[in-house]
């Protein structure tokens, strides 16, 4: 008989225990956790797999990125513990859906956008297409990542206008 043995169960993971873990954010800015009568503080968070399962698997770290807890699913937390950590996550994972391209021009290896965003219009450089331009998960939804790191999310290649398509096309491998 085949014995099934959980990934959990090979690695030294401490979940959190949801109905004993109290999130806050303190001075406006710093996430923090008391649990098990042990305050932690100065804390982010980092998705084990931020497009596969972006509310699920998130690591509790400290300033020195220790991995000092795990959350198995954001759903398991009380609405507003839920609200706290997700907004915190929406600011470390800020991802504009791009919804037109104005422009993209190549110039001595540089991409160079102009977009409409749900957040707005951005302009950005893109160095190395083919690390920077990143198919997700079917290939359909496309994660661009400009030269400081930010990212912008385009939901469906195949859905965008013709023109906008266009532009794109020649970077995409």
Known sequence: MESKVRLDSLADVKYID????????????F???EYQGETYKNLKLHKAMPYTFPDDYISVQDMDSKEIFFIRSLYAFSQEQAKILANELSKRYFCPKILSIPSVKNKMGYLYFEVKTDSGDKTFAVRD?????????????LLIVDVDGNRYQID??????????KKLEPYLL
């Open 18 to 29: 949801p109905n004993e873990a109290r999130f806050y954010i303190e001075n406006d800015n």
């Open 156 to 165: 469906d290649v195949a859905k965008m206008a013709a023109a906008d398509f």
């Open 129 to 141: 297409v083919t690390h920077n331009l990143r198919r997700i998960n079917d290939g359909a939804r």
């Open 31 to 33: 996430l923090c956790l």
